[in-house]
C-alpha cells in the first residue's frame, strides 16, 4: 500500500496497467487497493499540480501566523474547523511555538486577501492575533522543483 | 616513425570495448532513449554535494594520506561491519580509491606474476578481461548460464581451476545481469578457494541494491575467507555518486600495503572533496539511498514483466539495476538486435557481447532511468519485436 501510495504521489494518473506491472500485482488487485485507500479515507482526492507564476489564474497566496484561545473541552478544534470551513483557506494547520494556527490563504487580489483577514478572520470571537506574510516567488510547490535544472549531463552509454 | 610498433604488445592487442564503439553510434542520433546507462539517473543526494562545496568552502584542498581520510576510513570500517559483518582494522586494512576500477587494478597488479590465471564469471562487467591482461595475468572465463540465473556455481568454477589459477574475481549483485548468489552456493565457493589457495577479489558495488527482501551476503564474511579475499566497494551506485570517484578496498594488512605501493606511485591519493562527501554519505545518506532503492526495484518490476509480456525471456535478477532479457527468439544476434532497435526505434541498449562472448544472444537494459522514459522504451521495443517477426 505504501508503494502504492508513492506511486500515485508521482503521478496520480498512472494507467492501472503500469501500476501493476510496477508493483507485480493484477491490474484487478491494484484496482482494489485503490478503491480501499479511497474508501477508508488515506486517499482524500486527486489533484493538479500547477506552476503558481505561469498559470492564469494570477492568485495571491498568504500565510497567515493566527493565535487564538483555546476552549474548554475542544481546545483549538472547534476554532479551527470554524477558520478551516472559508473556501479562501486552502490548508489550516496547529502549529507548536509561537503561534497557534498556520491558515494559508488564497485569493484573487491582495484587497481580496487583506479583507478576508480584516473582515472574517479576525473578527472571529477567539482570535487574538494574526500575523501575515505574502508569497513573493514559487521555488518547488508540493514537491516538484520550478527551478529549471539544466538535463542530465549521463553519457548515453557507459559501462 | 611508426608509432604503432611502439605501442606495448599486452596494450595493443587488448580489443575495443563493445560498449565504446555503441557509445559513438549512440552519440551520433537524435532522441535516443537510452538504457544503455551504467550508471544512476538520480543526482547525487543534495545534502552530499553541499558536504562537497562545505569540503571547498573550508579550504580542504590539499593531500590526503596515500590511505585516504581517517575519519573517512574509519567510518568505512564501521559501515562495513554494520552491512556485511566483517571488520577491518582502518589504520592497516582500508584503503580509499579511485572507484573501484582502481581497487581492481591495484589488486591485480599487487598479486598476480606473468602467466598467473585469474578465473572470473562472465558475462561480466568490461573491465574485468583487459585488467587482468594489463596485469600480465591469463584471463580465465567461466560462463555462467540464463537456466542458473547467471549465477556462480561452485561445480563450474571447480573445472576451471588448474593449478596456475591464483585469483578468483567475483561481483554479485552483477553487472551486466542483476545475478545475485545465495549464502549456500557462496560458502562452496569459499570451500573451493581455501582448498585451492585462491585469492579472491569481490566487487560488491551493487551489494545496497537488492530487491524483494534479498539480504546480500559477503564472501568475505564466510569462514576462512577474509584472510584471502580483497573486498572492494565504493559510493558509486547506492549513493549515486559516480562522478566524485570514491571507492575502497578492504585487505589484510599485508596486501593494503601492496596495494598500497602502486596507488602511492600511480595516484598519490583520492580526490580529497569527494572524501569529504563521502563521510556525509556514510554518516546520512542511509535514508536517500532506500528510497533510491525502492525506486528502482518498482522500475524493475515493471521493465521484466514487459519483456516477458513480449515474449522474450527475462529472468527476474535480484539486485543491481540492469535486466538481461534473451532475444535470441527473434531470430537475431544481439548487436543485429541492438542495431535495429536504435535505427528503428532509437532505443539504446547494449549488447549481450560486450560483456563477454556469453552474452551472446542477450541485451542489458539499465532501468537506472525514469519510470515514465522506461514506458515509452518498453512501447518501442515492442514495436520492434513485433515488426521483426512479422
Known amino acids: ?159 | 616513425m611508426i608509432l604503432k610498433k611502439h605501442i606495448a604488445t599486452h596494450v595493443g592487442t587488448i580489443p575495443r570495448s563493445g560498449i565504446r564503439d555503441f557509445f559513438e553510434i549512440v552519440q551520433s542520433m537524435k532522441e535516443v532513449i537510452s538504457l544503455g546507462i551504467g550508471e544512476p539517473d538520480f543526482d547525487t543526494p543534495w545534502h552530499i554535494r553541499e558536504a562537497a562545496i562545505y569540503s571547498l568552502e573550508r579550504g580542504h584542498t590539499g593531500y590526503t594520506s596515500n590511505l585516504g581520510l581517517p575519519e573517512l576510513r574509519q567510518h568505512i570500517s564501521e559501515y562495513v561491519a554494520r552491512h556485511f559483518s566483517v571488520s577491518y582494522d582502518p589504520k592497516s586494512e582500508i584503503m580509499v580509491t579511485v572507484g573501484v576500477s582502481e581497487g581492481i587494478d591495484l589488486a591485480l597488479r599487487a598479486l598476480i606474476n606473468p602467466g598467473d590465471e585469474v578465473l572470473y564469471h562472465e558475462p561480466c562487467y568490461v573491465s574485468y578481461s583487459p585488467s587482468i591482461l594489463l596485469s600480465h595475468g591469463i584471463p580465465v572465463a567461466i560462463a555462467t548460464r540464463a537456466e542458473d540465473n547467471f549465477t556462480l556455481t561452485a561445480e563450474e568454477l571447480e573445472k576451471k581451476i588448474s593449478p596456475a589459477s591464483k585469483v578468483l574475481m567475483l561481483n554479485f549483485p552483477c553487472n551486466p545481469t542483476g545475478a545475485t548468489q545465495t549464502r549456500g552456493e557462496l560458502e562452496k565457493i569459499a570451500r573451493l578457494c581455501v582448498e585451492h589457495d585462491l585469492v579472491v577479489l569481490t566487487d560488491e558495488i551493487y551489494s545496497e541494491l537488492t530487491y524483494d527482501g534479498a539480504k546480500h551476503v559477503s564472501i568475505a564474511s564466510l569462514p576462512g575467507m577474509r584472510e584471502r579475499t580483497v573486498f572492494l566497494h565504493g559510493f558509486s551506485k547506492a549513493f549515486a555518486m559516480t562522478g566524485f570517484r570514491i571507492g575502497y578496498t578492504c585487505a589484510p594488512a599485508i596486501l593494503t600495503e601492496a596495494m598500497m605501493k602502486v596507488h602511492q606511485y600511480a595516484i598519490l591519493c583520492a580526490n580529497t572533496t569527494a572524501q569529504d562527501a563521502a563521510i556525509e554519505a556514510l554518516l546520512n545518506g542511509a535514508r536517500e539511498v532506500d528510497s533510491m532503492r525502492k525506486e528502482y526495484e518498482l522500475r524493475r518490476n515493471f521493465i521484466v514483466r514487459s519483456f516477458n509480456d513480449l515474449g522474450l525471456d527475462c529472468f527476474k535478477p535480484l539486485g543491481a539495476f540492469y535486466v538481461f532479457p534473451k532475444i535470441s527468439s527473434t531470430g537475431l544476434t544481439s548487436r543485429e538486435f541492438s542495431l535495429g532497435l536504435l535505427e528503428k526505434k532509437q532505443v539504446a541498449c547494449v549488447p549481450g557481447p560486450a560483456f563477454g562472448p556469453s552474452g551472446e544472444g542477450f541485451i542489458r537494459c539499465s532501468y537506472a532511468t525514469g519510470m515514465e522514459q522506461i514506458k515509452i522504451a518498453m512501447e518501442r521495443i515492442a514495436e520492434f519485436v513485433e515488426e521483426t517477426r512479422r
Do not use: H, W
Open chain 1, 1 to 159: 500500500m505504501e508503494l502504492l501510495i508513492s506511486l500515485l504521489r508521482q503521478n496520480a494518473r498512472a494507467p492501472i496497467a503500469d501500476l501493476a506491472k510496477a508493483l507485480d500485482r493484477t491490474e484487478d488487485e491494484v484496482a482494489a487497493q485503490i478503491k480501499q485507500l479511497e474508501r477508508e479515507g488515506v486517499i482524500l482526492g486527486y489533484q493538479v499540480v500547477v506552476d503558481p507564476d505561469q498559470s492564469e489564474e494570477r492568485a495571491v497566496t498568504a500565510c497567515i501566523e493566527v493565535s487564538i484561545t483555546p476552549e474548554r473541552g475542544g481546545g483549538f478544534d472547534r476554532l479551527a474547523t470554524r477558520i478551516a470551513r472559508f473556501s479562501e483557506v486552502k490548508s489550516c494547520y496547529l502549529m507548536s511555538g509561537g503561534y497557534d494556527l498556520l491558515v494559508i490563504v488564497q485569493g484573487d487580489t491582495l484587497q481580496d486577501v487583506a479583507s478576508f483577514i480584516s473582515e472574517k478572520l479576525s473578527t472571529i470571537k477567539g482570535v487574538i492575533s494574526t500575523a501575515t506574510r505574502f508569497r513573493l516567488k514559487a521555488y518547488k510547490e508540493n514537491g516538484v522543483a520550478l527551478y529549471r535544472e539544466e538535463t542530465s549531463q549521463r553519457l548515453a552509454v557507459s559501462p
